[in-house]
């Protein structure tokens, strides 16, 4: 049986989001059995980042203006340095993200993916961690930042850079079978 068959997951990504942590995700909730939802600022496609240069085109399937967060039981958050700038700065984006925390669901991000979570003020006590590059953000919102693989609180999946994808997937397919998370 397939643990997530009866789930759906956004994936919320905008242009330069780092590849691998956009494509192996969505691999895992697949294999899963998730429906999986690639969510975006504008309809078509986003582009990609693969290290140091441009990536692969991807096809939107929902636009953040467009969705809610009880439409789905988890959220993937994709690191990249482009793309969290650009979605915390998108008040669809943050208000989507919010729901997720307000509704107490699985969200899963990597890299620098939390720099969205800390516009919605969920992050304060939160155990996390992160590319090193955003720990004094997190820190400063009041996250109890740790240098460590893959970390859980409470259904809130982090991990610091496609080193730990599968730990990360993994954990992330773990919390969103669990589904909400009281007390988050």
Known sequence: MQKLSNKKVAVLVTDGFEQSEFEKPIEALKAAGAQVDVVSLRSGQVKGWKHTDWGDAFSVDKTVDSVTSEQYDGLVLPGGVMNPDKLRMNQDAVTFVKGFCDEQ???????????????????????????????????????????EEVIVDNGLVTSRNPDDLPAFCSKMVEEIAEGSHAGR
């Open 105 to 147: 669901k699985p969200i899963a991000a990597i890299c620098h993916g939390p720099w969205t979570l800390i516009e919605t003020g969920y992050v304060k006590g939160k155990k996390m961690t992160s590319y090193p590059s955003i720990k004094t953000d997190l820190v400063n919102a009041g996250a109890e930042w740790a240098d």
